[in-house]
T-cell receptor, first 113, second 115 residues
Framework: IAGITQAPTSQILAAGRRMTLRCTQD?????MYWYRQDLGLGLRLIHY???????GKGEVPDGYSVSRANTDDFPLTLASAVPSQTSVYFC????????????FGEGSRLTVL | KQEVTQIPAALSVPEGENLVLNCSFT??????LQWFRQDPGKGLTSLLL?????REQTSGRLNASLDKSSGRSTLYIAASQPGDSATYLC??????????????FGQGTTLQVKP
């Protein structure tokens, strides 16, 4: 089934540990995004990539890094996790950066203790 | 700063009723507006995308309208069904952000359709 695959689905992590959330899409979309969803704050953009080899900062980029080595994969790394990074993380993609219609993965629920 | 508001936060209706969900935004300079559906513990599913030059979009029992000048969008659901129960989110893509994915989301309206 075509779409976006995120892994892991859920993870509990000790503060200070490094964590990489994986995201793969098979729709050959050029643009990919990482959002976090928090109760009362809604969805906020962390980082984005308009095409392989390029990335940009979103609204809440601090403490996160991304890479886009190819079209399909867009991993999100927390170098040293902190409790405030407890959230549900969604990867999304769109055909191009300017079409706007986003397709989302099922999310990765991360708890940092 | 663009802000998106959805009122009410929650809505409960009997099956079969036609209903309207509201979304308002503070800055009319938008590239497009998108409505999503989110089921509990799941990701977001795109329902309708309205470009800034359009007034409405329709898909099945769903119709979304856009009035940029007044900063409003509505999602109309006809003949509601229990399977429509979910949280509905609207999001705007501000002008100048078309290549960034910097959607600004509302908090959502949680809909319950009772059999």
């Amino acid at each position: 089934i075509a779409g976006i695959t995120q892994a892991p689905t859920s993870q509990i992590l000790a503060a200070g540990r490094r964590m990489t959330l994986r995201c793969t899409q098979d729709m050959r979309h050029n643009a990919m995004y990482w959002y976090r969803q928090d109760l009362g704050l809604g969805l906020r953009l962390i980082h984005y990539s308009n095409t392989a080899g390029t990335t940009g900062k979103g609204e809440v980029p601090d403490g996160y890094s991304v890479s886009r080595a190819n079209t399909d994969d867009f991993p999100l790394t927390l170098a040293s996790a902190v409790p405030s990074q407890t959230s549900v993380y969604f990867c999304a993609s769109s055909r191009d950066g300017d079409t706007g219609e986003l397709f989302f993965g099922e999310g990765s629920r991360l708890t940092v203790l | 700063k663009q802000e998106v508001t959805q009122i009410p936060a929650a809505l409960s209706v009997p099956e079969g009723e036609n209903l309207v969900l509201n979304c308002s935004f503070t800055d009319s300079a938008i590239y497009n507006l998108q409505w999503f559906r989110q089921d509990p513990g799941k990701g977001l599913t795109s329902l309708l995308l309205i470009q800034s030059s359009q007034r409405e979009q329709t898909s099945g029992r769903l119709n979304a309208s856009l009035d940029k000048s007044s900063g409003r969008s509505t999602l109309y659901i006809a003949a509601s069904q229990p399977g429509d129960s979910a949280t509905y989110l609207c999001a705007v893509l501000p002008d100048g952000s078309s290549n960034t994915g910097k959607l600004i989301f509302g908090q959502g309206t949680t809909l319950q359709v009772k059999p």
